[in-house]
C-alpha cells in the first residue's frame, strides 16, 4: 500500500478524489503523529490466527511507542491465548475521514511481556492508564482504579521489517493501474 515517498512531511491537501499528487504513503514523523498524538483515538483492529486455522479480527485500544503497539488484554481474552499459541498476527489502524483516509497496515509478532498479574506493580499499567486518558479523557485512569485486582496481560506487537505499510488519502497507488491510465502517477518523482 505504501509508496515510496520523500523524507520531508507534505502538507496534506486534497478536495477531490484522484486527485494528482495527493495521495500517497506517510513520512515517518506523520506515522508516529497519526498513532501517538493525544487525539489519535481510532482503535487498532488485531487478527489472529485461531486454532482451527481461521482468523479472528478484534478491535482493542493501543499505545505505539518504541516502533511496537502496545495492547493490554484481560486475563481470559481469547486473542492472548491464540498469541500465545501463534505470535504472528496482522494489525489495521484506520481513520475514516475525507478526504485525509489514513491507513497504517502491519504484519506483526505478538510477544506476552506480562501476565497475567493485578496493576499493582506491573508493566500493563502505565499503559493502560495512557490509553485510558486518550479514550475516556482526563480522568480516564481514574476510572480504571477499580479493577486493578483483576489480572491483565501486557502485549506487544511488533511489526516485521518491511511489513507495515501506510497510505493517505483517495486515490490509489500507481501499481494498481496499467501504463498510459495515470501518467502523473507513472512521472512523480518519489
Not at 11 to 40: C, I, K, N, R, W
Not at 44 to 61: A, C, H, N, R, S
Amino acid at each position: 500500500m505504501s509508496e515510496p515517498h520523500s523524507e520531508t512531511p507534505q502538507d496534506f491537501s486534497q478536495e477531490h478524489l484522484y486527485e494528482e499528487g495527493a495521495a500517497g504513503g506517510m513520512h515517518s514523523s506523520e506515522v508516529e503523529t497519526f498513532l501517538a498524538s493525544p487525539d489519535s483515538t481510532w482503535l487498532i483492529k488485531l487478527t489472529t490466527i485461531k486454532e482451527d486455522g481461521w482468523p479472528m479480527t478484534v478491535p482493542l485500544w493501543y499505545q505505539w511507542s518504541d516502533g511496537a503497539f502496545w495492547v493490554v488484554g484481560r486475563k481470559y481474552n481469547l486473542w492472548v491465548e491464540d498469541l500465545k499459541r501463534e505470535p504472528r498476527c496482522s494489525i489495521c489502524i484506520e481513520e475514516l475521514a475525507h478526504p485525509r483516509i489514513r491507513k497504517v497496515l502491519a504484519q506483526c509478532t505478538g510477544e506476552i511481556v506480562e501476565g497475567p498479574a493485578i496493576a499493582e506493580g506491573s508493566a500493563w499499567l502505565p499503559v493502560a492508564e495512557e490509553m485510558a486518558r486518550r479514550y475516556i479523557g482526563p480522568d480516564g485512569a481514574e476510572q480504571l482504579s477499580p479493577s486493578h485486582d483483576w489480572e491483565r496481560y501486557l502485549v506487544r506487537l511488533v511489526p516485521r521489517e518491511g511489513q507495515l505499510t501506510t497510505w493517505q488519502g483517495a486515490d490509489w497507488a500507481a501499481r494498481y493501474f496499467e501504463p498510459g491510465q495515470r501518467p502523473d502517477l507513472e512521472n512523480r518523482d518519489n
